[in-house]
């Protein structure tokens, strides 16, 4: 993948504010998005998806924005709480079945 | 619920030695199965795609004689690390597509002492 080996950069946000993560994807042609929720020592697990025809996508305290413009990608949690603690991860995925990881940022609830 | 399981969740072994790996996918059939591995504080990078019933497709320099790849059934793939050695040492994680959707078993960390 073209992001790997990054190191991970972190955002903290105090409990009960939003946050937003952001994530670049490289491929013009990737036509689905997923944001993935990693915590420590577990495998990635599914958050939010989002197609390259739509440009929101809101779960339950979570949206998905996509700016297909600039290849960029945001995840918003409202009013985060302590078990938001993780890391996330964007990926993006084009004709095949594979996806590509973005770099990852984690994400620090602070009481 | 997992519907994607990963068997063992850690496993510590002698250099030299053998380690396998299963990944197996519940409830639903996958022809195709995913192999990550990951460094602390790093991004999931993509070992090797494993196809049912043929070759995996290796990644460039993974080599594929160390890390064997077996998808001998529509629900079942494995990793073999042979001949482990310390630098083997990581967190290894498989995936599986469902409905375009991929789902990761909870990870094996491996440690080569």
């Known amino acids: 993948g073209e992001n790997v080996g990054l190191h991970l950069p972190t955002l903290s946000v105090q409990e009960g504010d939003n946050s937003i993560i952001n994530c670049a994807y490289s491929?013009?042609?990737?036509?689905?998005f997923i944001w993935y929720k990693q915590e420590s020592g577990k495998g990635p697990q599914f958050i939010i998806d989002?197609?390259?025809?739509?440009d929101k996508r809101q779960g339950q305290r979570v949206t998905v924005l996509l700016n297909k413009t600039v290849k960029h990608l945001s995840l918003q949690i409202a009013a985060t709480q302590p078990g938001d603690s993780a890391v996330y991860f964007c990926?993006?995925?084009?004709?095949?079945?594979?996806?590509?990881f973005g770099p990852g940022t984690r994400l620090s609830v602070l009481p | 619920g997992a519907v994607v399981s990963q068997h063992p969740s850690w496993v510590i072994c002698k250099s030299g030695t053998s380690v396998k790996i299963e990944c197996r996918s519940l409830?639903?059939?996958?022809?195709?199965m995913f192999w990550y591995r990951q460094f602390p504080k790093q991004s999931l990078m993509l070992m090797a795609t494993?196809?049912?019933?043929?070759?995996?497709?290796?990644e460039q320099g993974v080599e594929k004689d160390k890390f064997l790849i077996n998808h001998a059934s529509l629900t079942l793939s494995t990793l073999t690390v042979t001949s482990a050695h310390p630098e083997d040492s990581s967190f290894y994680i498989c995936?599986?597509?469902?409905?375009?959707?991929?789902?990761f078993g909870q990870g094996t960390r491996l440690t080569v002492v």
């Open positions: 995936s599986a597509p469902r409905r375009q959707v991929a789902f």
């Open positions: 989002i197609r390259s025809n739509m």
């Open positions: 491929n013009s042609a990737s036509d689905y």
């Open positions: 409830d639903f059939q996958a022809t195709t």
């Open positions: 494993s196809n049912e019933g043929s070759k995996a497709t290796y």
């Open positions: 990926a993006e995925k084009d004709y095949g079945q594979n996806f590509v």
